[in-house]
Each structure stands twice: as C-alpha cells, then as structure tokens.
C-alpha cells in the first residue's frame, strides 16, 4: 500500500492531508503564519515560514507511515503570488500576495487604457493589483533597481517545489492566473512581458497540472522526512482544484468557497471572457477551464469584527473554552432575517469581483440608536454573502447554474450555511471534507501515477453531503435586500477613490 500526500499551501496557513489511493483522509495537519502587513496597501508572507510549515504539516501526516510507503506530494497553492529570486535563486523579497494593493494605481491606469482590455482578452485574468503582470510593473516604476537583481520571477508553489527538487517549474493554472500568460497557445503572452519588463528567461518552463518531478534533493528529503525518490507532482491553483474537489467539475455546477477570502466559480469546456473583464478565466486540465470571481473579504471580515468590535465577547468565550466565532454566530442568530435592515458592505481590503476597484471601502448602512452588536454581526454574515451572490449572477452569462457546491470554514456554521442558501435561493450542497483543494491535488496525483483513470474518479471520494433548502419567505427578503445592497454599491462605487484617499 502506498500513499500520497496532497498539500495545499494557502495565504494564511498551509495544510497536508494524507490519502490512499480511494481518497480516503488516513492523517492531517494545518499550521499558519502571519500575513504581514507593514503598511496599508501590502500583504505579504515569508517564504521561509511557510517552508516550515510544508515541513511541519508532512512531519505530522506521515507520521508512523514507511518512508517507501509515501509515493508523492501532489500540490494547490493560493494565486497570484510573486517572489523575485537572485541568480542563486535566494529571494530577494517576501511573498507578495494577491491580498496586497500597492500596485493599485497602476492597475487603474492600465484599466483605463485599450491595453488593459487586450491584455484581459488574451490571458483570462482581470486587471488588477493582485496581479502578477501589474505587481511587475509597479517595481519597474517604484524599485527598478530590485527587478534588475532579480534573475528569476516565481509564485510561492514554484519556490516550494524548487526547494524540494532543485527546480524550477511552472503548471499552466498557476500560469494562467499571473496575467503573463496566453490562455490559446499556452505560452508567455509577449505583450504581456513587455508590459510587465520581464523577459521569457525570467520566468520558469511551462508544464501541465499533472507534471510529474521524480525525487527530492538531499537536503530537501532529510527535513521532510522523506525518501529520495519521492515524486511531487505540480498540481494547480487552489481555485482550479477546489471545484475539482467538491465535486463541481461539470456545466452548470458552481463552486462557492468561503475561506479567508471567498470566490464563485463554474466550470466549462472552452475558455469564457467577460465582455467588460470582471470575470477570470484560468485553466484546470484538458477541457477543465474555471470561470468566476473571487472576493478579497470572506472570513477575514469575520475576523476583524471578532477583533475589534467583540473583544470583551471574544475573551469570554476563551475563558470558558469555547471558540469566540461561536458565540458570535450564536448572537446573530438571534437576529431576525436582514438584521433589521442594516446593510453591511464588506470591502475591507478593497475587493476584486464584482468591483476589481483596490480602493473600494467597507460600509454600514442603516444604523439606528436601535442598532445591537447582535445586528451587526448577523449583517457582516449577510453581507459578504449578498457580494458572493452578485458574483455569482454575472458567472450565469458563462454556464447557466443548476446546482451549487459550496466550502469553507464558514460550512461551520449553520446560520452561515442558512444564509448562503437563503440568499442565493438555491439548494447548498456541502461536502463532508473540508479540504477540497488537498482532495483534488492528491487526485491529479493519483492519475498523472497511473492510479485512476480519469478525474472524474473524485466524485467516489468526496465521501457523505449534506444539502440545505433555502426558505422561501427568507429569499423574498433577502432579495429586497440584495436590489438595495447592489443600488448602494453602484451609487458608492464613484466615491470609493475619494473615501480610500482620506484613509491615507
């Protein structure tokens, strides 16, 4: 019996499950570091934290398993990172992540250009500043001198992989999602590396999600704990493998996650670009393409309003071993439906869909001297999912949706469940595991080995379901909620560059 590890390297944690060859969950670990934000516009990680916790998090899974036992390390890992690496390939700077805005003016001035619509056109990812593309053209104006050091451009899966084997490799999904590259001949746009000034020679060879690297450097299999021959397979972008993963891998089954951040996504046969560029389109697999959005403001909201507006809550719940979110969900549970009308717009971090605005600013509306924390919390809950909903509207004019999937550390919650199914009017289907993208990465694994046959394999895998049924009554409300949600975002929406530049 052998098995494979599937690891998924995410923006505030990296997590490593392991599974044999039918999917089944034998051992799993998560560990977290910091997303280090120096100043307002950036969000960055350490290379070497997370490198620890790739160690750890395989330490603890393959735990009491025979080294000749573990066949592989299959990969997901969060988009749009950058790192710039030195001829020795030592980083230069931390993980710049898709959370991190200072390329903010440069995205807007590439936006309002024909480039911008061009470039969208040829590589399926929206212009803005999580981008690769515009995060490289902001050190070419801001920090020229560092891009010159810099010999090699990579995203934090790359760096990973090429600590473990000694190479440097690029798959296509993590490729797509840079904005360097064409989505029709699978190679480095042109126009998008002058835009960009980086050179081909910079960044790494292009292979497909299955690739396949065959042993770990010395050093590499000494601190994993593993064999030499261990075999690490590329994988793909967490989005790619998340609707993979709970089982939304066919036409009109859309993917909802709720993480840290959030996004909606459908899957198609062909590659799909919204007229007016606020949809991204990025490859799976053969015939796999993902179309959607995603959300800077998921659970981080949530988190922020843990923090800072219910400190004294929170310590309780600590002190009576409890954890702090669910006394919070408990509290907005209280609440009626619509939180008696206060609107809650969730744009902490700017947002990307439907928006891709950097400077877009979070709201309260609404408030009363009636107004109760309680309401407050149950409105953040409906609001970041009225936002996800809008997203999920504009994913329609791709794949019309039939069913929905969802994810996330918010199928926690069952209040949170209630409101995703309420809002959207649709049924919710959530699956058992929680780990989707570590699920699909040890998938693609299984059959780049020769294991399985096909993807569609997984669907014997995700293991139980539960479905939630939305309330009519719930949904007739929330609707009228969601037309003064959207009305409101339009009319701010012209405000936000004004309101983000008072922050500053």
Same mark, same amino acid.
């Given at each position: 019996m052998t098995y494979l590890i599937g690891t998924d390297l995410g923006t505030t944690s990296t997590k490593s499950v392991l599974y044999d060859h039918q999917g089944h969950v034998i051992a799993s670990a998560n560990v977290g570091y910091p997303l280090y934000h120096d100043t307002v516009t950036t969000a960055e990680e350490d290379p070497q934290e997370i490198w620890q916790a790739v160690q750890a998090t395989i330490h603890q899974v393959s735990a009491g398993i025979a080294t000749d036992e573990i066949e592989g390390v299959a990969f997901s890992s969060a988009m749009h990172s950058l790192i710039l690496l030195d001829a020795n390939k030592q980083p230069l700077t931390r993980v710049i992540t898709w959370a991190d805005n200072r390329a903010a003016a440069d995205a807007a001035t590439l936006k309002a250009q024909p480039l911008g619509q061009q470039l969208y056109e040829m590589t399926g990812t929206p212009i803005h500043p999580m981008s690769p593309l515009v995060k490289l053209h902001w050190f070419a104006n801001q920090q020229l001198d560092l891009l010159n050091q810099a010999r090699y451009v990579v995203g934090i899966k790359e760096y990973i992989i090429y600590l473990m084997t000694g190479q440097l490799q690029m798959? =296509? $999904?993590? /490729?797509? +999602? %840079? !904005?360097?590259f064409n989505l029709y001949n699978f190679d480095w746009e042109p126009a998008a590396l002058d835009y960009a000034q980086v050179t081909r020679a910079q960044l790494p060879p292009l292979v497909d999600t299955d690739a396949v690297i065959n042993g770990l450097t010395p050093t590499a299999a000494g601190e994993l704990g593993l064999r030499l021959a261990t075999k690490v397979i590329m994988g793909a972008s967490d989005g790619a493998l998340s609707n993979l993963g709970v089982g939304a891998d066919e036409p009109g089954v859309a993917a909802i996650t709720i993480g840290t951040s959030g996004a909606v996504r459908v899957m198609t046969k062909q590659p799909y670009l919204d007229p007016e560029g606020r949809l991204f389109c990025y490859y799976v697999a053969p015939h796999h393409w993902i179309v959607g959005g995603p959300i800077n403001n998921g659970g981080q909201v949530f988190r922020w309003v843990r923090d800072e507006l219910f400190v004294t809550e929170s310590q309780v719940a600590r002190d009576h071993q409890q954890d702090p979110y669910d006394q919070l969900t408990a509290l907005a549970a209280t609440v009626p439906v619509g939180a008696h009308g206060l609107l809650f717009h969730?744009?902490? $971090?700017?947002?990307? +869909?439907?928006?891709?605005? #950097?400077? /877009?600013? !979070? $709201?309260?509306?609404?408030? %009363? %001297? &009636? &107004? &109760?924390? /309680?309401? *407050? #919390?149950? #409105?953040v809950l409906e609001g970041i999912v009225m936002n996800l909903n809008t997203v999920l509207q504009l994913t329609t004019a791709a794949e019309p949706v039939h069913a929905i999937r969802a994810t996330g550390g918010f199928a926690r919650s069952s209040l949170w469940r209630q *409101?995703? &199914?309420?809002?959207?009017g649709q049924p919710i289907t959530i699956p058992s595991s929680f780990e989707s993208s570590c699920l699909a990465a040890a998938v693609i694994g299984l059959k780049a080995l020769g294991h399985i046959d096909d993807l569609n394999a997984i669907h014997a895998m995700i293991g139980d379901t539960e479905t939630y049924e939305p309330n009519a009554a719930n949904h007739q409300m929330y609707h009228q909620h969601q037309v003064v949600f959207d009305h409101v975002t339009a009319q701010l +929406?012209?405000? =936000?560059?004004? *309101? #983000?530049t008072l922050n500053r």
């Open positions: 798959d =296509y $999904s993590m /490729a797509n +999602a %840079t !904005g360097l969730p744009y902490l $971090s700017g947002e990307r +869909a439907p928006l891709w605005n #950097a400077d /877009a600013r !979070g $709201s309260l509306l609404g408030v %009363t %001297t &009636t &107004t &109760t924390k /309680a309401d *407050i #919390a149950r #409105a *409101i995703l &199914t309420d809002v959207l +929406a012209p405000l =936000y560059h004004e *309101i #983000a």
